[in-house]
């Protein structure tokens, strides 16, 4: 007897280390790799682009999905519109490509949360979102044009850009820069809480199938971000809207 209280107890302290050290890598291990992963992403794309680097930041949650699929579900893949290319991207109707699939392109910036984040074509989760990026739906607006520009990112864990995005409010800022230029989108709306499966929320005219008072009734340029809630858990959405207020090429 003295025995197996003894064994189950090793066994009891080793559990208890096990997990310890389970939560001190997805607690600070996958942020610290994700975020240092990001940062030098951004810093690729702007020297690329010849711009000075923006200020990092961090924020997390689990990605919801593409058009149709309902936003909790992973989708990948590159724009449905336009004409195919030798290279595996399709062309735009403005005359921009649609960015190749898992394809960073792009850099999120949210002052009011000190966010400065690599965007990527897609939210497949281990080419993407676990490596600390923005994932931009496949098949949604690219940004500055007409439709919705929806994207998706942690907020908790594997560099949690969207940590804070429950701290982004209507007046707020948000700013997706590519090469080709800087589309600045005012946040107009914020739906609290939704279901993993209301696919209505990143469609070109973004609304939310459970409640006829959110989101939009008419086309235009808008801007989507959406993230898990609440905090370590993947059980709702996070829904910030936005409308482009001006932007163009270089």
Request: aromatic share 6%.
């Amino acid at each position: 007897m003295r025995r197996l209280v003894q064994g189950l107890s090793d066994a009891a302290v080793t559990l208890g280390a096990l997990m310890v050290l389970f939560a001190v890598y997805l607690l600070w291990w996958t942020n610290h790799t994700a975020q240092a992963r990001a940062h030098q992403e951004v810093q690729r794309l702007e020297q690329e682009w010849r711009r000075p680097s923006g200020r990092d930041g961090s924020g997390g949650g689990a990605a919801p999905s593409s058009p149709g699929k309902g936003a909790g579900a992973a989708a990948d893949g590159v724009a449905s519109d336009g004409v195919s290319h030798a290279d595996g991207t399709r062309g735009l109707p403005d005359g921009r490509r649609a960015p190749a699939r898992s394809q960073t392109f792009g850099v999120l910036r949210i002052p009011a949360i000190g966010l400065t984040a690599p965007v990527a074509e897609g939210v497949d989760k281990h080419r993407v979102i676990d490596r600390g990026f923005v994932g931009h739906y496949a098949g949604t607006a690219l940004p500055g044009q007409q439709g919705n520009v929806a994207l998706a990112a942690h907020r908790n864990t594997h560099g949690e850009p969207f940590r804070h995005l429950d701290d982004v409010h209507p007046g707020d800022t948000v700013t997706p820069s590519t090469a080709d230029g800087d589309f600045r989108y005012r946040v107009e709306s914020v739906l609290p809480s939704t279901s993993p499966d209301n696919g209505a929320v990143i469609q070109p005219v973004p609304s939310s199938a459970s409640s006829g008072q959110a989101g939009y009734d008419k086309p235009g340029r808008y801007l989507t971000l959406t993230t898990c809630t609440p905090e370590f858990s993947s059980r709702y959405r996070l829904v910030v809207w936005g409308r482009l207020l001006e932007g163009g090429r270089r």
